[in-house]
């Protein structure tokens, strides 16, 4: 079953401008991440918070944790158009005694289109 | 480092027909992963291997599908026989039990069309 749902299930952007991505999910996590798909690459991690964190940034990219909503948003700052791709938050569980087996459950994604 | 390799990239098969798939993890990682992603939707793990045991199989429709990894290196992923609604792209992935946070990296996997 899908544990996380994004919001909005497609975005349409002009370059430069911020791109904000939302994820909310039902169960306690272990940690939250980020992917990024397109057709060049495939699947690629882009960026982890774990369940004690609340903000984490890796370049143009912001995340930010609400483990009280069960959500998570994704910021692009200054798009550009090689950003086009499919973003899937993908979550990891806790387990009893607070261990994760490391299963990974992904969202239905958002589809980003940056145009020049 | 090489990356995740995956074969076929693509395959057409028809609906009764048997196809397998090859992964080839990143060298030392010893978890694997198999996906299925049907077109729109995020990817759904399907078997999970660490060395060459299954963790989780809970996913896997065990009539059809089947799954191993001999000497906890590459994996291949079988089905027989195969549905229309097998259509989807197979993703391998792995990950390196030294990776705190269950990073895993994805091969570029194979894209499976059932006529």
């Known amino acids: 079953s899908q544990q996380g749902e994004e919001d909005p299930q497609a975005l349409s952007i002009q370059e430069g401008e911020n791109a904000t991505m939302n994820c909310s999910y039902k169960?306690?996590?272990?940690?939250l991440q980020w992917y990024r798909q397109n057709s060049g690459r495939g699947l690629v991690h882009l960026i982890l918070i774990r369940s004690n964190e609340r903000e984490k940034h890796s370049g143009r990219l912001r995340v930010t944790l609400d483990t009280s909503k069960k959500s998570s948003s994704l910021l692009i700052t200054a798009s550009r158009a090689a950003d086009t791709a499919s973003y899937f938050c993908a979550t990891v569980q806790n387990f009893a005694g607070g261990t994760s087996y490391g299963k990974l459950t992904f969202g239905q994604g958002t589809i980003l289109t940056v145009h020049p | 480092e090489a990356g995740v390799a995956q074969s076929p990239r693509y395959k057409i098969i028809e609906k009764r027909q048997s196809v397998a798939f090859w992964c080839n993890p990143i060298s030392g990682h010893a978890t694997l992963y198999w996906y299925q992603q049907i077109l729109g939707q995020g990817p759904k793990l399907l078997i999970q291997?660490?060395?060459?045991?299954?963790?989780?199989d809970s996913q896997l429709p065990k009539d059809r599908f089947s799954a191993e990894r001999l000497k906890g290196v590459d994996s291949t992923l079988k089905i027989q026989p195969a549905k229309l609604e097998d259509s989807a792209v197979y993703l391998c992935?792995?990950?390196?039990?030294?990776?705190?946070?269950?990073?895993?990296?994805f091969g570029p996997g194979t894209r499976l069309t059932v006529l």
């Open positions: 291997f660490q060395n060459n045991g299954v963790v989780d």
């Open positions: 992935a792995s990950r390196s039990i030294l990776a705190l946070g269950n990073e895993q990296f």
């Open positions: 169960t306690s996590i272990n940690n």
